[in-house]
Structure formats: C-alpha cells, structure tokens
C-alpha cells in the first residue's frame, strides 16, 4: 500500500485534497503539504455549484460554521445578462422547471403559449430557484418530493482563501503536515521516471510514493518535472485573462451569482457577507489590461476595496490529468473559466475520482487510464456547456462576439444543438456535470428555441395556459414566505467580523 503522499501546494486544491485523503485513508500513511507563503493563491472568491454540498458533508464540515468561517452566502443560480443581446437577461436555476416530472408538459405548453403570446416570455418564471432568487429570499429546499419547495438546490460564495485555511485546520487535526517551502526541483527515478522526491530551496528533500500536484498554472510536477503536454482549448474558449477587485457591499444581498457580459468578455458579481466579489473575464485579443480593469472599476457597486489584480491563463487541459506517480489536481490540470463556476467542482470531482481509483506501489496502469478516461470526458462536458454559452449570441458590438458565434464548435456540442432544435431534446452524455434542466436554461436562454415539440401523451385535454398560470403563482407564491437572504444569513451563520 501507498505510505507515503506529498501534495505540492496549498490553496483550496491542495487543503481539499488533504482533507478528503486524511479521511478515508489507514492511519499508516502519511500526508506532507508543501507551500509557501511566498507564494500568493490564485484565489479571489469562489462561487460553486451544489455538489460542494455533498463533499463538506463528506469532509464531516458543519454547513453553518462552515458558511461563518468562510464569510459564505447561498446560490440558487447564476443571471446571466446581455449574453444573447444588451437587455436581455435568464437565469441558470439550481434545480428544475416545475416537479422533475413536469419537464416535458412544461416545455411544449410554454411554446405553445409563446405562439399564441399566452406565456411569460421567460422560463425563469417556472421554476422555484428563481422565485425565491427574484425576490432576494433563501431557504433550504424540502426533502418531500410532492413539494414544490423540493424543486430547488442550492451552492455556496465563499471565500476562497478562509476555505482553504479552514481546511487547513482540519487536515492538521486528522494528522496532516504542513511543510513551508519553495519546491525547486523534482528528482525522479533513473528507470521508472516516477518522482521520489521534492527539493526546496533550502536543500532539504521531500520524498514520497504518490504525489499531487496542485501547483497552480505552473504544474510544478505534471508539467515541469514529467513534461506532460497541454491542450489548448483557446479555439473555443478565447478569453485568456480575468481582472479582479472586491468591493462594498452595497444594495440586495442576492442569493446569486450575476454574469454580466461586455464588450470583450464578461463579468462576474459574487456577494458575499464582507463584501461583493467582481471581476472582468476577458480575451486580450480585443482588449488591454488597462482597459479592462477600467471597465471593471466603472461597473462596481460600490467603492473597491483593494487594487485590482490579473490573472492569466489558457483554457484546456492536461494531455493527461495522472501521468507516473502524479495526480494533478486543481489549475495543474487544467482550466476552464469560471463562467458556470466549475473550477472547485472539477478539484472535487478529482479528489473522488482518486480515491475510487486509489493506486498502489504498482501504479496499475489500468487505474491511470481509467482516471484520465473519466476526468478527459468529465472535462469535454464542461467544455461543450460552456463554448454553448458563447457561441450562441446575437450581439454584434463586439469583435469577440463575432468571432464566437461563427466559429466551428465541437462535433459533440452541434449534435445537442441540432437535436434541441430539431426535436426539443435534451442530450444527456457520459460523465456530464450538467443536468438536463441546466441545458434546457442556457439553450432557450440564449434564444436556441426548438422547432417543434412533440405533445407529451398525458398532456391531451390540458389546458396548459392554465397550467403554466397555476405554476408560476405557486411557486412565487411560496417563495414570498420564505425570510430574506439576509435574515436568513443572520439568524444562522453570520460571520464574527
């Protein structure tokens, strides 16, 4: 058995990993952390999707001290505005259009509807994450499946950096060591050409079995030590930069997160209780980075709270996310912008996949192919949802806009949007992040309106304006009891300033 891991970096990849390894695995293996406090994170508030839910109470984290620790808010969704065209706007809903079983009913009567100009003109209208976003209002969904209060999920904002160091604690707790230094050299096995330790810049070694590589950007090990390969998704995915800044927190406190698109990009609002996340993500193609952190501090809130800050980067992935002895996690493996707030998913998702895949001394290859299989295919699926988002605008005030809406997509991609447009289909792939009510937002949110839409057999004799009516009034309806976001956020896990 493995007794011996070194994770190379903190950040929220690294103390993720530690967390969930010194878990689940036997007492007898050690864990080493090495980072540096020379080193910044790359961290600048996240915003998640649901399964982050699954994975603290994996971790055994308790959901309001957790949210105290991190300063954290809730998520139903993400708006996105002036994406398809300026003034439009849709909401990306953490849950489902109606019951799950209303999926089809709902979609042919609100085309029907639309043709005889009976219906809301928006979707987000039907579905429970949005009355209650819509109103600035949160509360956990029921459990009772014939409740449409069961109707809805729910993720985090947080910070970032507070998660990390509270993982922290926790790894130290269940037997983890932290190690301060700067990795400046791998050395590696004359025969295998696996890595048997790490070097720092005070000449000590770090040696180990298995190693993790959450070294940011760099891959420190998957890259630099065993020259892996990247694939460069940049075709599809043309922004190559992000400009950040916090602000004060001013107005509503939503219970979403708000994408917002520009001229060259777009940009994100993530509130939580100290403040309000911002950021501009943008191709450097079409614009400077003075002129992005020009228009993101023209389009605050309120007063910014730090100088803004720049990032950058190249969408795609590792040829192949575990090579030899090392399982790169996190930026190391990878990145996709963070428009549908993928990325503490992905190291999630990684995290998992490892331990399901949890190797030996042998290094079976089989379980490394199986790995990068499932992680390659997990990332195309993003990949597919996010070029989806893009590539279907109207915009015309903008060379980046242009460019995507006529650039060749994925073969992948075009066959869901053929088989939506066609048939009114949902294409539901291996390993897909997405669920089916997740495409049917983006793609009528981004006006890729079905064709046709075959009548579902119960729904003979419905009288489906009724139906819809009866929907939407219930669910605003419910959702007008629930307290405020920030009631909520109040009465059970404010943060100690």
Known sequence: MISRIVIAGGGSA????????????????????????????????????????????????????FLRRTK?????????VDWVEPGRRYFHPFGT?????????????????????????????????????????????????????????YAYHFDASLYAAYLHEVSERRGVTRVEGRIVASRLNAES??????????????????????????????????????????????????????????????????????????????????????????????????GAAATLLANLDGQALAEPRTLRFVTGRRRQGWNRNVVAIGLSSGFLEPLESTSLHLIQASIQRLIALFPD???????????????????????????????????????????????????????SIDHFRSHARIVQREHEVFVRASWLAVLVGQLNLPETCDQPPQAHGT????????????????ASRFPTHQQFIESNCRAVA
Not at 383 to 400: A, C, P, V
Request: hydrophobic fraction near 35%.
């Open 463 to 478: 009288d489906g304006v009724m139906w819809l009516e009866k929907m939407r009034s219930t669910l605003h309806a419910e």
């Open 14 to 65: 690294g103390w993720m990993t530690a967390a969930a390894l010194s878990k689940v695995l036997q007492p007898g293996c050690r864990i080493t952390l090495i980072e540096s406090e020379e080193i910044g994170i790359v961290g600048v508030g996240e915003a998640t999707i649901p399964p982050i839910r699954k994975f603290n109470e994996f971790l055994g984290l308790d959901e309001f001290e």
């Open 193 to 290: 050409g696996h890595i048997e330790a790490l070097r720092l810049q005070d000449g000590r070694e770090v040696p180990g079995e298995l190693f993790i590589d959450c070294s940011g950007f760099r891959g420190l090990l998957i890259e630099e030590a065993l020259h892996t390969g990247y694939e460069s998704w940049t075709h599809w995915l043309p922004c190559d930069r992000a400009v950040a800044v916090p602000c004060e927190n001013t107005g509503d406190f939503l219970p979403y997160t708000r994408s917002t698109a520009r001229a060259a990009g777009w940009q994100w609002r993530i509130p939580l209780q100290h403040r309000i996340g911002n950021g501009y993500v943008y191709s450097s193609n079409y614009l400077d980075d003075a």
């Open 361 to 415: 001394r042998g290094f079976d290859p089989a379980r490394r192919d199986e790995y990068n299989r499932i992680t390659n295919s997990e990332l195309e699926r993003v990949r597919d949802f996010l070029i989806l988002h893009y590539h279907s605008n109207r915009r015309s005030d903008g060379e980046l806009w242009r460019y995507c809406a006529n650039m060749p997509i994925p073969d992948t991609l075009r066959e």
């Open 72 to 80: 954290g808010s809730f998520k139903l969704g993400i708006q996105f």
């Open 97 to 153: 259009y109606g019951r799950a079983f209303d999926f089809g009913h709902l979609l042919y009567f609100w085309q029907q509807a639309q043709r005889q100009g009976k219906a809301s003109t928006s979707l987000d209208d039907y579905c429970m994450a949005w009355a209650a976003a819509a109103q600035a209002r949160f509360a956990p969904p029921l459990s009772d499946p014939r409740s449409v209060l069961s109707t809805y999920d």
